[in-house]
């Protein structure tokens, strides 16, 4: 951490901000309003903002609906039955993926499920599935059940991995060597690609090329990643991944997820699959012919035809982050987020006897997105009490974790600075 190039003076916030190439996007998302106090909203982890402009783009195909009905479909300005392949065209950039591998459509738990359905094939000892302790509850119930619904044993068929004793974080090492333990045991590498817990991004290129090396698929769920940190997935050779698009990536609570299928997989017409009409040949999908005919690309995974407004709104975010260019978030990411390390590290000086703050996300930026997670020591949940009261909107984790994200496209650096003023308040109270 380099502290020596932060201060913890109010001007120099606001330089910060006036010098921030990024600081007129804040102006493009609505803030919430109600917080007695002006609100510092650190949760975009959760759920993010609302586009200034979202509620243009879903206008937009309300009008078009009103105006066309059915006919929308091919006569609407973007005609509903492509406009998902606009969205490709939009995110896969933000994956290091080629259009045809990303297709953004139903919800994330609904995509691991599908896409597990495709790439966890046990067969004969090929059975075991490794997977992050403590993964987000969704995920783990996807991995009970997708184990379970092939008859296996949970108990010898999930493959958990926890940190070392004492520790909050996965070593890579531990990853590696547990994938190359289990060797041609394992079927499926699948874990979080960034821990929504801990704020850990993995190494996803050399568990990709772990996996592989012993004969096992490999995917992500990039709920914490997707619009967050930099991936790669076609260079780096992951086989599928999914996401969903209403946290960093601001598209609306419960909005539409996103999925990614390595073109290696495209032709294969032999992987399992729960399908339906819209991953079907495109050119055949009206005949209503029975024989499923999976499109040679990620689409071959949808089941439906999408859902106009959940897109709309996803492509509202998605103009921005092409705008605001993902190159400048993450520089400024890693600043600010620095900034606020740096804030808390202050405050642990000034007031460890009765409340410390030890930061268990990794401290090399590589290793992170913008989401802090801090062990509050000393203090507890009402700290976390006061400061809310305070109109800080930030994350609780029981027994005593805070989570904090500030979000490079809208959060500034006064942000980081009351945040950090209604934290050395609270301790004072
Ligand atoms: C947010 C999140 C989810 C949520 O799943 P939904 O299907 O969108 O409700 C799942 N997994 C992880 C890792 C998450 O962070």
Not at 83 to 103: D, I
Not at 132 to 147: I, N, R
Not at 219 to 245: E, I, R, S, Y
Request: include cysteine; aromatic fraction near 12%.
């Amino acid at each position: 951490m380099e502290n020596n190039v932060y201060s913890t003076d109010l001007s120099y916030a606001k330089q910060q901000d006036e010098n921030d190439p990024l600081a007129s996007f804040r102006n493009e998302f609505l803030f919430p309003t109600f917080t007695k106090e002006p609100v510092m909203y650190f949760t975009g982890n959760s759920l993010g903002l609302q586009p200034r402009a979202c509620r243009e783009y879903i206008n937009r195909e309300l009008d078009e609906w009103h105006k066309w009905g059915v006919e929308g479909h091919f006569h609407a300005s973007k005609p509903w039955f492509s406009y998902h392949e606009s969205l490709s065209e939009k995110a896969a950039p933000l994956f290091g993926a080629k259009n045809s591998e990303v297709v953004i459509t139903h919800s994330l738990t609904t995509n691991i499920h599908l896409l597990m359905v495709s790439f966890y094939q046990p067969q004969g000892k090929r059975t075991k599935i490794l997977c992050e302790g403590k993964a987000f509850p969704s995920d783990q119930y996807a991995l009970e059940t997708q184990v379970k619904f092939h008859g296996l044993d949970l108990e010898k068929d999930l493959v958990e991995i926890f940190p070392r004793e004492g520790e909050h974080l996965l070593r890579h090492e531990d990853i590696l060597a547990k994938i190359e333990e289990l060797g041609d045991e394992l079927a499926l590498v699948m874990m979080g690609g960034l821990n929504y817990y801990t704020g850990q991004l993995f190494d996803m290129e050399a568990i990709t090329k772990a996996g592989h090396a012993v004969g096992a698929i490999v995917g992500f769920d990039l709920a914490h990643a997707a619009g967050n940190v930099k991936v790669d997935l076609n260079a780096w050779g992951v086989d599928f991944a999914a996401w969903c698009t209403y946290k960093y990536m601001n598209s609306s609570p419960g909005g539409v997820s996103g999925l990614f299928v390595h073109e290696r997989h495209h032709k294969n017409k032999d992987l399992h699959r729960f399908a339906g009409w819209w991953g079907h040949n495109k050119e055949r999908r009206f005949l209503m012919e029975p024989g499923f005919d999976p499109v040679e690309s990620a689409e071959a995974w949808m089941l439906s035809n999408s859902p106009i407004i959940g897109l709309a709104a996803h492509e509202a975010s998605l103009d921005i982050f092409h705008k605001a260019g993902f190159d400048n978030m993450v520089k400024k990411r890693d600043h600010l987020t620095g900034y606020l390390e740096f804030m808390l590290a202050d405050l642990t000086a000034k007031y460890g006897d009765k409340c410390s703050f030890e930061v268990i996300t990794p401290k090399d930026p590589k290793e992170r997105g913008a989401q802090l997670s801090i062990l509050v020591h000393g203090l507890g949940k009402e700290l976390f009490n006061r400061i809310s009261d305070l109109g800080v909107v930030a994350d609780w984790r029981e027994p005593n974790v805070i989570r904090v994200a500030p979000a490079p496209l809208y959060n500034s650096y006064e942000d980081v600075y009351r945040f950090a003023m209604a934290l050395e308040k609270a301790i004072l109270a």
